[in-house]
């Protein structure tokens, strides 16, 4: 089966320097490829590990098990990394990384993200899917994310999966994800 990252027809534009429309546009368009996506990844774990993605709590913890092994890290060109570490303030240097997750990593990252935020709109009737154009330097502004939070606060499921991803890349835990939402149901 082949796999393949989501690409979006219009010109990618920065979230932050997206206009209404922009945004708008490219909402309307990552809505109607969820679907898609998670048949996408609902094929490759099936075929590749034998696991249903039944949109059970179960699930995430399956689905975590098998992407652990998908997470690597590559080398960064030694000429950006030294771009990232002259541009970076003093105090971030240290955590300026020669490396950089993998494309691969990151096409099933996204999609993961993806079937996670499916299960927590199902499993909360005032979460669903949105986004946000103001204020511009709020994170998240324009990027399609989970609303309804209490406190009128957004839960972003890609920023909490690559968070996840970078910590599973130093210590494995299948429990990992399910433990995310676990945490996250205690303040919903």
């Known amino acids: 089966m082949e796999y393949y990252m989501m690409q979006p027809p219009m010109e990618k534009v920065a979230f932050k320097e997206m206009k209404k429309k922009e945004a708008q546009a490219y909402f309307d368009w990552?809505?109607?490829e969820i679907p898609v996506r998670i048949e996408m990844l609902k094929e490759v774990v099936k075929e590749e590990a034998n696991?249903?993605?039944?949109y059970?709590?179960?699930?995430?913890?399956s689905l975590w098990d098998w992407y652990e092994t998908k997470i690597y890290y590559v080398d960064r060109d030694k000429d950006l990394y030294q771009k990232a570490l002259d541009e970076a303030p003093e105090w971030f240097k240290p955590y300026v990384?020669?490396?950089?997750?993998s494309y691969e990593t990151l096409m099933y990252a996204m999609d993961i993200a993806i079937y996670y935020a499916e299960i927590i709109v199902r499993n909360n009737n005032q979460i669903y899917w949105g986004y946000f154009t103001k204020p511009k330097n709020r994170s998240g502004v324009n990027e399609p994310t989970?609303?309804?939070?209490?406190?009128?606060d957004d839960l972003n499921p890609r920023e909490i999966v690559l968070v996840l991803?970078?910590?599973s890349a130093?210590?494995?835990?299948?429990?990992r994800l399910v433990d995310n939402y676990n945490t996250w149901m205690k303040y919903l």
């Open 170 to 175: 130093k210590e494995k835990n299948k429990n």
């Open 165 to 167: 991803t970078r910590k």
């Open 97 to 101: 990384s020669d490396k950089f997750l």
């Open 51 to 54: 696991i249903d993605l039944d």
């Open 30 to 32: 990552y809505m109607s």
């Open 146 to 152: 989970l609303l309804g939070i209490p406190g009128n």
């Open 56 to 61: 059970s709590l179960e699930s995430l913890v």
